[in-house]
């Protein structure tokens, strides 16, 4: 059997380390354009704000190593530019330029993706980059330590531009982030991000948010960038990260089906609709499970999964399915962690999922020993069984554990009761003895089977307009340090004595800082024969996070 593999990184060169440990007699040829193979391109950030001080800390193994230990045979610096896949021929374009062909059993297509760039006058002036590979990481160093720049200008606010403008910031560059949406990372939920925006700014970061760059022209040392709206900036480099797109001009050429996206159609054996070729990776598309729609899963994690299945399905026959991704990821933005799982809000809008969402804040360990930090978890369930559709987290320590659970979670199509079963390892450094997961499964719960009935602090103002009372149950003093315009101050403890002091015919949603005393708020009142009561999705704390009439 003689397997050729095009693309060398995250899925190809799994895909041949798992073919060589199965099948230890035949051919493989991995093949990638650029000069190296098996490197960590989500480490190319931290490499350039020096946090990975080494740039041989980024090779997982280089080209002739992986070639010794795999016996494989890997050609750097070789294109694939054509695959005839009757003839199961792959043309091949050399270093020196020439082409030669390599014929094979088995083909699989690992190409990844490629950056989008955005169709504006100036993305090819010297000065502008885009970073995927270790040649973009390796060029942009090099024009750092070359130029020593003082201003830089990210262009969109997704992980890679986030990531970078951190690295910078840490290089002592100040930093311009322009984003076309009302947020960074827009796959979040708006409040879920809000804090990202303060600590960016709070690292003298230069946000501009609902706007994009329309030109990027080059003055005697620097280059100008203009927005649609503001001043022009000046600026040293700028660097496009506005997205990026599968690569698939090779598959489409070899008339490979290609999905709705664009990316490469495969099936669940992760098959191409030519039967002796397999993708993976970024370049491919696939249903996500929750919605069964196509959509592209730029992500480490299931290209590896997925180089390990099309290795089985290639070297043994179609036995082991792909039961897609949900989209499990997590970001550092300085000191704060944000990550999330499966759909956010948004996303089940746009489907037309019906859902309902619940907010808990709560503390990554115990709050008596030392470092413990708040946890904020959002998360989204189906009405009617309390399917858990999402989950997003944002905090300091213990976002990753968390959503992780979560993942597992949505994964086996569990219910938000079903988060109150996890069984977490507790001791006070570790966690507390109600763990976010079990507090956030205990709030949904209640959310869904009716006990507490909740808004989310977005619709609070309509409901205010159309004759609702917000009842704010905090303490005077955290009354007078700030509170939501109209609300009245009842105070937990004095609730019962003043109960009748509230309406019973108009909406009343009560609220505390975090959502557990506007609970038991909510209890009172229904217990004294309220029935329009609600309690406000996360109290206070996320009420401050969204932005509110008045200052949209
Ligand atoms: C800066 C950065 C940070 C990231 N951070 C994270 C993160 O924190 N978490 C996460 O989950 N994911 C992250 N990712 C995404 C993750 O790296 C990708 O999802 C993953 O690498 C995809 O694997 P792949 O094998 O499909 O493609 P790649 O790893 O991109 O490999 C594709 C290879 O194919 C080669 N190739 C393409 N066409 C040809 C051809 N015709 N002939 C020969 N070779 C070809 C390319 O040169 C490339 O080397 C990050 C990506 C980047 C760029």
Not at 217 to 241: F, H, I, M, P, R
Not at 467 to 485: L, N, Q, Y
Not at 526 to 531: D, K, L, M, S
Request: hydrophobic residues 40%; proline residues 5%; negative net charge.
């Amino acid at each position: 059997m003689k397997y050729i593999i095009i693309g060398g990184v995250a899925g190809g060169a799994t895909a041949a380390a798992r073919l060589r440990r199965i099948d230890e007699q035949s051919e493989i040829i991995l093949l990638d354009k650029g000069s190296h193979i098996s490197y960590a391109n989500c480490g190319l950030p931290y490499y350039l704000g020096g946090v990975i001080p080494e740039r041989d800390n980024l090779f997982v193994q280089n080209p002739h190593s992986f070639g010794e230990r795999f016996n494989v045979k890997v050609r750097v610096e070789e294109e694939a530019i054509d695959i005839d896949t009757s003839a199961k021929v792959v043309t091949i374009k050399n270093r020196q330029g020439e082409t030669y062909e390599e014929t094979y059993d088995k083909l699989l297509l690992a190409p990844g993706a490629i950056p989008v760039l955005p169709p504006i006058p100036g993305v090819d002036n010297p000065g502008v980059f885009t970073f995927r590979t270790i040649a973009d990481a390796d060029a942009l160093h090099q024009f750092i330590q070359d130029k020593k720049p003082s201003h830089a200008t990210i262009v969109g606010g997704g992980l890679i531009g986030l990531e970078v403008a951190e690295n910078l910031t840490l290089l002592g560059i100040k930093v311009l982030l322009v984003e076309r949406e009302a947020q960074v990372l827009p796959m979040y939920d708006e409040e879920i991000v809000a804090p990202i925006h303060a600590k960016l700014k709070k690292q003298g970061i230069e946000l501009r948010l609902s706007t994009s760059v329309v030109n990027i022209s080059q003055d005697t040392n620097d280059l100008v960038v203009q927005c649609e709206k503001g001043e022009a900036v000046y600026t040293n480099l700028v660097l496009l990260a506005v997205g990026i797109k599968p690569q698939s001009s090779l598959a489409k050429k070899a008339k490979l089906a290609l999905g709705a996206r664009g990316g490469i159609r495969v099936n669940s054996f992760l098959q191409t609709s030519a039967e002796d070729v397999y993708a993976v990776g970024d370049a491919i598309e696939y249903p996500h499970p929750l919605t069964g729609e196509p959509w592209h899963c730029f992500l480490a994690g299931p290209a590896n999964r997925q180089a390990r299945i099309a290795a089985d399905n290639m070297a043994v026959g179609n036995k082991i399915t792909y039961e897609g991704s949900i989209g499990t990821a997590i970001a550092k933005v300085f000191d704060t962690n944000i990550a999330m799982t499966g759909l956010s809000e948004k996303q089940l809008v746009k489907q037309g999922i019906p859902y309902l969402t619940s907010t808990s804040h709560s503390a990554s360990h115990a709050g008596y020993y030392p470092g413990s930090s708040m946890i904020t978890t959002k998360l989204l369930f189906s009405p009617d069984e309390g399917k858990l559709l999402g989950a997003q987290c944002i905090g300091k320590e213990g976002v990753d554990k968390r959503i992780d659970q979560f993942a597992l979670a949505i994964k086996l199509g569990a219910s938000v009761e079903d988060l109150t079963k996890v069984e977490q390892a507790y001791a006070p450094p570790f966690s507390a003895a109600k763990d976010p997961v079990a507090i956030a499964g205990y709030v949904a719960s209640n959310v869904q089977k009716g006990f507490m009935p909740n808004v989310t602090a977005d619709k609070l103002h309509e409901i205010q307009e159309e004759g609702g009372i917000v009842v704010d149950v905090r303490s005077e003093k955290e009354f007078s340090h700030g509170a939501i315009p109209g609300a009245i101050n009842i105070p937990l403890e004095t609730l019962r004595d003043r109960v009748g002091e509230l309406p019973k015919d108009r909406p009343i949603i009560v609220h505390c800082a975090i959502g557990m005393r506007g609970y038991l708020a909510l209890r009172i009142l229904e217990g004294n024969g309220y029935r329009n009561v609600f309690n406000l999705a996360g109290g206070y704390r996320t009420y401050s996070a969204f932005p509110h009439p008045t200052e949209k």
